[in-house]
């Protein structure tokens, strides 16, 4: 198992979603930061369930306790670690499914790797619950981001075969604080009432709806990340499918490069300001692995929540026999809603983990 | 810089295109394992340029030469280096654009990131052709894999607006190996005509397409990987958008699980002969980051050659006004169906690392 | 920083001596290990000072709570994190210190790194105290290790110039228990009544001395580690220095191999019960990098304490001066015997991390 | 295996003695460093074998060919191979001992991990030989340094009981390069003859001796590493161990903390030149795993050549039955004054890459 990454900006995380907590060690935060505990705990409410007849109707208190790495609020160049209780679970619910793994879940895979040993109660270590100590990382990198004119923000680009506006050329700031502060983080809220009717339509028929997240980056320095296995893209992708349910990651004009010519392709290098910019950012502001200090831009892909209301297939891995299942319990119609504030943390993560490493092609 | 990657099988990838030679530290191999050089020959030759009037006129002997790491043609447990000598670069077609950035090309970031003193005629480190070292270690890792019945094989899932028809269900070696011998690698020989015909078609036009690639990897046991950030899709992903152009990478159904409801998406658990399989496979083999043992899939978006013959804008980095350049040289109208055998390669390099790892979930 | 080490067993220590509390991150335990937790206090309480006065009077309860990674006391395949409340400091004591730096201490150097911004009471992260969470984890590694017939055991092997008897060459888990339930941890309690007199003088002259750590692991197979430099050596040496105040690493015969010709020093090959085995074990049981199936052995340089009672010379940081300073608190006059059991979960902790790499040389 | 180190600059040694070529791939060079050649190869030519009695007589040209990483002589930012072809080896010489493992070479070891696989002729990956691109990476990596006023040296400490003058405190690179220009590598040239004596008197009597090299490095920052276990000394270790024959590595005082007292072995901090300095400098310029700006200190034990002329006991691994073996073929009675530069090199890589990496303590 390694529940960890970084190169000088460490995050490792831990914890089951019905054992005594969760959280997160954060190892090469700069010294000197301050965290802004308010805007953190914002930052975390955003994943929050229980906010709407959306989510699961599971309370979560979510409030970090740090136990190392600030002395008076501000980092100490020591490793940060922070933790946040586990109440609330109700593992009775689960205790029925043990030996009959959850199609879509980790249950299966779980039971061959380790053994039958796993704690898989609520989802175990895979559980969705497992991303708080991920924006607790994320959001502390975020506000250090920030202060060096750096901004990461992110929206439901899609639920089921609806979309919203993908993000403007000239996104920044602005448009993320907006978006970070609706019930629903769209741009545009008409799309957004719409996804909220297909989640809710998903529900009352005892299933789920997957989603896209497209995420931005603005105002990096250009000359970020290195060729071939280090670039920005391997890392960031390498650290987004660490996130449960990521099906697809695709940068700038991903995917869709298949139906472009290399005309349409190519963005332009222009002046402005002064500056080399380009014309159009189908790159997602990043050539060859390296910035180009044009924004970054990527898509996630979050599948339907697995657990989902309605009798499924399923092996009994006691008995072996094929058999049905039908989950009970509290359960999210779609979690690719408050996965958006998880892909910022984790983007932001590698990005202060870039930055910190520098640009060392020339000394 | 970082041209390696890899855990217990570490890849080392070096050199320029118009550097003296190129090629490939393979540290980690298995002692014992015999190298079938014809075999890996004909896997090399699948990436050739060369072969038809869709590819690149330059014509490369891509014989390697082993340093160390084989005795008597069998694996001895030390490092295998391998080189390629270049020849046959017209780096006097380059030398005009050195200060002009071509668009879509790592020019431009590789000139921020190393001060001017990137060598890249011919794209440098950053071309197309640093992926025949990377078939070599893969086209190793390819045999070692097979004897143990794990065979891994690709074909060009689309190019424009056309699609190849998917890899089926009960995809296998048989499949592969006839794509593989195919001059153009679809499974589709009508759909791939018609690919053809726009790769001809934007040749014509000085201009070039992009494509996808779908791979599978098929006989991995059930176990392999770790959750959260050391998954077998973290790990390829991390891999695959090492290989020049790639944009995308997703696994199983990918960007389409947006559209899917959890009802679809969810691989019922059934039983087969004894074992445990999933009744459909939008997983791609890979679940909570662990292999189920259904065979991997993943598809691979290729950007269109950013090389083309068109007049393009950019900026003069000498004296800082903007400008048009037009690139002349050799370049290939789509490279998307000469990566299949790269994208081969790296998924089995993946895949043989993860397999020398072991299943270490218990003890 | 990067307070972790480990390959597939990654340790992650957090805290500071005068924070809310330290603790361990162990990510990558084989799942269904009971954790024995009378043994593992057991093996925590002889790292702890205050048992008697050749230690510091701070009392430390160092009672661990598991916040993950275990179901019902059996390690579940999840990260474990283990944290140990800080209480009973005197952070006063050390205020006065800050501008400061006290000789032998990492005062300086952090203050340089973190720009003043570290918390360096009672020595912060620098602090002999981070050694408990290692003992925690390297004592659930001991126990794993054990059930597998491999034992690690330590001794005091010397302070000031004394020295105790080495280990003999069938050094084994007897004796190692032997050693491991002694109030003072050495084989010779006649020289270990030498050496505790040799710290009650040095306290009572406000001074510290160093000593000398033996270790040894018995039980390993032969073939673990890599050549070069992922052998055993590296690993335990990376690992072994991050234990505060150790200054050198030997393995076998150590730097006495300066002094003898390779007809003394080279270990003949005879057969023992139709096993190989090495008539003599100079060598530590590592050649190449690689176990010879002999007990591996190792010694490490433990500095004497940097804090002593004397005053000492040292530069006022905010004024730039040169300037005096006397250490008032507690502190230990040795801590050579203290740090027994730390070289032992260091060891064991790298050594599992070797064996669950497992043997990959041949497939 | 992982005959790989470094993090930012990341080196990778292949080859076996008696394969076609041995080199090194180092990635993670700063652009635009021009590579002085002949320094280079003078560098080289100090761990050469040939050059006097003392030494095998096997011939080496050690011409390395660059294969990429450079332009013009001019680091391109591209990883760089350089690689060094072997000739003059009389395999013929090892055959006969391929079943019968020499004592204190790695061929029993090598035996069991790659089962009997392993390439071992003359060592094979093992061998001494393989130094050599170790000080081509490291003869780069010192030239980077000195224009930044770092400066590594060392020299042979010790030979038998013999010993050379220790470094001075004032230790920089006059002595250095006084030391290096000298055929046998001491301070004081009467201690050199006595070792070279001691030498000659082990090779008449078919043995051979060990020895002890000291290291220092001139001009490093202060801040530079950090805490537990990505100190300065954890990787010069973990790297340093990885030079065939090395059984102790220790840094400032060493081993001889053991028998100093706090008062004694504290360095007190000074002012000079309005800079704060140690007035000794026990700490060997390390202090919490972080420069203290003193110069760096270290030494390494060198075990005997274990090659020696003389009948030895060992195990025939094909009838399982005790033997006795006479190693033939060429050998040197002592390596340790070959291995001064290897060290030197070694250390060299280390630092530059601590280097690259910055004091990232602060942001």
Not at 107 to 119: P, S
Not at 151 to 173: C, M, R
Not at 231 to 251: D, H, M, Q, S, T
């Amino acid at each position: 198992m390694s529940s960890s990454f970084g190169k000088l900006l460490k995050i490792s995380v831990f914890g089951q979603s019905h054992g005594a907590a969760i959280g997160v060690v954060v190892d090469g935060l700069p010294a000197g930061e301050a965290i802004d505990r308010e805007e953190l705990q914002a930052f975390l409410d955003r994943r929050k369930p229980g906010k709407s007849p959306l989510s699961t109707a599971r309370r979560e208190g979510d409030i970090p306790e740090f136990l190392s790495g600030l002395e008076n609020g501000v980092t100490c160049g020591s490793p940060l670690c922070a933790v946040i209780q586990n109440s609330d679970q109700h593992s009775g619910d689960y205790k029925a499914l043990e030996q009959k793994p959850r199609p879509g879940h980790a249950d299966y895979t779980a039971w061959v790797k380790w053994g039958g040993q796993a704690d898989m109660r609520g989802g175990g270590h895979f559980s969705g619950r497992l991303t708080a100590p991920l924006c607790l990382a994320g959001g502390i990198a975020k506000q250090i981001l920030a202060r060096r004119g750096i901004f990461v923000g992110a929206h439901l680009h899609g639920v089921g075969g609806l979309t919203d506006l993908p993000f403007p050329e000239d996104v920044g700031p602005e448009l993320f604080r907006e978006v970070a502060a609706k019930p629903f983080p769209v741009i545009d809220d008409g799309a957004g009432e719409r996804m909220q009717g297909a989640i809710l339509r998903a529900k009352e028929e005892l299933d789920s709806v997957g989603g896209v997240i497209e995420c931005a980056a603005t105002g990096l320095p250009a000359g970020l990340g290195d060729p071939m296995f280090d670039g920005v893209e391997n890392r960031l992708a390498a650290a987004l499918f660490g996130i449960p349910a990521v099906k697809g990651v695709e940068f700038g004009a991903g995917f869709s490069v298949a139906k472009l010519s290399g005309s349409e392709n190519n963005d332009p290098f222009l002046l402005k300001d002064g500056e080399v910019v380009t014309g159009s950012n189908h790159a997602g502001g990043i050539l060859g692995g390296i910035t180009t200090g044009m924004p970054l831009t990527l898509r996630v892909a979050v599948k339907p929540t697995p657990s989902i209301g309605r009798p499924q297939r399923t092996v009994d891995l006691g008995t072996m026999e094929e058999t049905e299942l039908t989950i009970r319990g509290r359960h999210d119609p779609c979690i690719a809603h408050r996965a958006v504030p998880v892909v910022e943390a984790v983007t932001a993560a590698v990005l202060l983990d870039l930055l910190l490493e520098g640009n060392h092609g020339t000394f």
